[in-house]
């Protein structure tokens, strides 16, 4: 169910793209999306509550 609903937030996303920028490239639109993965608000916490993990362990 999460990842349903993780492709229904992509779809919708790609869509508001396209109608603000109806010549954009699937490159461009790639882009735009791994930077909103990152940049959404709690994002940058890996979308969990409670203390703070060590990061790293995803690069």
Known sequence: MISEL???AE????FRLK???P???PEQIEI???KWLKDR?????????G???DLSRFK
């Open 6 to 8: 993780q492709q229904l």
């Open 32 to 34: 735009e999306i791994c």
């Open 51 to 53: 203390r703070i993990g």
């Open 41 to 49: 608000p709690g994002a940058e916490f890996g979308d969990g509550v």
């Open 11 to 14: 779809r919708a996303f790609v």
């Open 23 to 25: 010549n954009i490239t």
């Open 19 to 21: 109608e603000k920028n």
